[in-house]
């Protein structure tokens, strides 16, 4: 069982910038990862994706493409999730997941994966 845990949340004021990570305790090298966040009041939704291996395929969903950077160090069993020019309406809870190599680089939620808990973006003065 892969175990995935989400960092680098926290307070940030509009047009910040935050680092989140995703630590696995094992190789995601065979994993597509991808970020999901669910805001106050709203439905999860898949940030960004990134293909197994050496990440050559990346999605962002349209809010967040031009902010948002996905990458993964296969060494550090770790994925990024890097955000700039943060808004209000990007705070949420950011959660990662693992995906196998059948499903791919996906921005729908499922569940053949392995999830973290999350890590709080709260994006206000």
């Known amino acids: 069982q892969l175990q995935v845990v989400e960092s680098g949340g926290g307070l940030v004021q509009p047009g910040g910038s935050l680092t989140l990570s995703c630590e696995t305790s094992?190789?995601?090298?065979?994993?597509?990862i991808t970020w999901f966040r669910q805001g106050p009041g709203k439905e999860r939704e898949g940030a960004s994706c990134?293909?197994?291996?050496?990440?050559?395929?990346?999605y962002y969903t349209e809010s967040v493409k031009g902010r948002f950077a996905i990458s993964r160090d296969n060494n550090a069993n770790t994925a990024y999730l890097q955000m700039n020019d943060l808004k209000p309406e990007d705070t949420g809870v950011y959660y990662c997941?693992?995906?196998?190599?059948?499903?791919?680089?996906?921005?729908?939620?499922?569940?053949?994966?392995?999830w973290g808990q999350g890590t709080q973006v709260t994006v206000s003065l």
């Open positions: 990134i293909s197994n291996a050496d990440g050559n395929t990346k």
């Open positions: 094992g190789s995601i090298y065979y994993y597509a």
């Open positions: 997941a693992a995906f196998p190599r059948a499903l791919g680089c996906t921005l729908r939620p499922s569940n053949k994966g392995h």
